[in-house]
């Protein structure tokens, strides 16, 4: 009886591991590598048409039209297909939040408290989350993981979407802080008016100007801080503000509404704050502004209804147009719950229908998201020196029709494309014969 026990437990846990998608980190390639005859998008602009790419030990060696492939090296001939940069998602809690509602121990993107600026979002990276392989599947290869909560969140840290832990996936390690600017505008609860529940009569500009004199206070601090030759105590939240103070940190300022906004521009007057807009849906009405004191935008989810309003409905699907035309480095993200930020090469190709070009939507999800994460010294683009984080699709990777990827490369290693949701559409499939 015993023996039988331990044989049904050893099935059964061999038939959970079975159900569990099997997908593992490529190793390096070591040597050379051609991706041969597609169409490449270079991500600056720039097409080159039966066009090769170099690779030698993860790097872009050159890109252009003739060049001759060395006879040992690996040989990709990719014909008739697209080949792009992967793409980057710049503001996110993949590998932070892995069920959205209801399952706490899954998630770990939000800390207690209003100031957490000592907060390391890297070090809560799972790199086995489930998400991750759907995202590849799709050509994100790059994310910017962000922590959530409080006023100062604390910092966001690059990764790419192939390794074994944190410490393998960091891509660039506290590029940002991130601050959650409070509202100016009351939004009652929809649940408390409708249970006609009295809502407080406060006044939100004044409490939010109040809130800002708090968050100014503390940057004071920690200017003064920082400048001491020396600490009688070790304030560990303003030790973790030195960044932006000497320019390796950014700002990023969560605001949507333009007196958020205008706040925001008060860091770069005052404290000389390098400060990149986080949702941006108001930021096409201060444009011009924004570029005088190169401020970088990351447009949130643009799949949404206008935040004003008196907005044109499509208002989310032109201001990428319009921050172009008035100069404003931005980048495209997506934030979509349900869909679980997989769509957002079909954000740009939307931005590419209300007025930007097909490669100026490509840039807004390679090369711009890369400059305002500080890592486009590496990637955005494929060009010579950079690490080789390619993508290769049958189509047009900005249209939901086309974009069909075949092959996806970082660093020069051609990784899985396999997920959970591919295994259980080919467990399907054979269930009912059609495989």
Partial sequence: MKKIIICIHFLVTALALQAQEDVYP???????????????????????????????????????ANITVAA????????GRQVYPGLILP???????EIANGVRGSNDFSELGDYNNSIRSIVAYNTDSKIINTLKANGILLAGI??????????????????WNWEDAAYKMDNAIHLNMPTFISRPSRFALFAGIPQPQTDPTKEALKKMDEIKAMFRQAKAYLQESTHKETNLKLEALKGLFNKTQKLFVHASQVKQMLIAIDFVKEFGFDVVIVGGSESYQIA?????????????????????????????????AQLQKAGVLFALNDEHAESRYRNLPFNAGTAASYGLTKEQALQAITLNAAKILGVDDK????????????????????????????YAFIQGREVSLENKQKQLYDRYKYKYELK
């Fill in 72 to 79: 040992d090296a690996k040989v990709v001939d990719v014909k």
């Fill in 379 to 406: 990637t955005g683009s494929l060009e010579a020196g950079k690490d080789a984080n390619i993508i290769i699709s049958e189509g047009d990777i900005l249209d939901m029709r086309t974009s069909i990827i075949t």
């Fill in 91 to 97: 503001v996110t809690d993949l590998g932070l939040k």
């Fill in 146 to 163: 962000t922590p959530q909560g409080g006023i100062i969140s604390g910092s966001s840290s690059v990764v790419q979407l192939d390794a």
């Fill in 288 to 320: 011009d502004l924004l570029k005088q004191y190169n401020i970088a935008v990351i447009l949130e989810d643009e799949h949404a209804l206008p935040t004003a309003e008196d907005d044109d409905v499509d208002q989310p699907f032109k201001t990428p």
């Fill in 26 to 64: 490529a190793k390096a390639h070591a040597g050379k590598l051609f991706i041969t005859n597609g169409t490449i998008h270079v991500g600056n602009g720039q097409v080159i048409e039966n066009g090769t790419i170099e690779v030698n030990n993860g790097k872009i060696v050159q890109v252009g």
